[in-house]
């Protein structure tokens, strides 16, 4: 396995699927700080991440932002096209995408990817397609398990934990 771009869904994946509107219209989406940390270590190994909605929501981008996702793709009801584009600005081939989906409209890009994976509470079909199923949820830590996996499969998790695990590098505690 060699991933150098992880494509992932919003909702239902990085979010636990729920859309909640107060009687303003504001949207409010539950994340997983746990899956947000993951990203940051990610970049670091220089493997790229890109995030593709098939509806647009400014609370996505906000936390794209935050994660520092630069590829945002919403309203992307053919996340296909997503997937290409990304493919091609890139140059790379589909062997070196994983991508992580949980409805019916992610499984065209998963069944191109070099590595396809989904949350333990994704659609049933999704789940015969995906190379890897979370033992997490949507929104629950599926991403940092899947991301986690990717890395190991990768031999790069080991030199992650080095970071974490010795302490001569922040000293005595």
């Known amino acids: 396995m060699n991933i150098k771009l992880i494509i992932l869904d919003v909702d239902g994946v990085l979010t636990d ?23 940051h270590i990610v970049s670091e190994l220089g493997i790229r991440c890109a995030v593709v909605s098939g509806r647009y929501s400014k609370v996505t981008e906000i936390r794209a932002s935050q994660l520092g996702i630069e ?40 069944l191109l990817s070099g590595f396809s994976a989904c949350p333990l509470d994704a659609h049933e079909e999704v789940k015969k397609v995906a190379d890897y199923v979370s033992l997490f949820g949507g929104g629950r830590g599926a991403v940092r398990d899947i991301v986690e996996y990717i890395l190991k499969a990768q031999g790069l998790w080991s030199s992650v934990l080095e970071k974490y695990l010795f302490l001569d590098r922040y000293g005595e505690l």
Do not use: C, S, T, W
């Not at 949207?27 to 899956?35: C, N």
């Not at 091609?88 to 991508?99: G, P, R, S, T, V």
């Open 71 to 110: 590829d945002v793709y919403q309203d992307q009801h053919v996340k296909l096209d997503a997937f290409k584009a990304l493919r091609e600005k890139y140059d790379l081939d589909n062997d070196n995408i994983a991508y992580i989906g949980d409805d019916l409209i992610d499984i065209p890009p998963m």
């Open 17 to 39: 699927g729920r859309i909640v509107l107060d009687d303003n219209g504001v949207e409010y989406k539950f994340f997983d700080v746990k899956d947000g940390h993951i990203f």
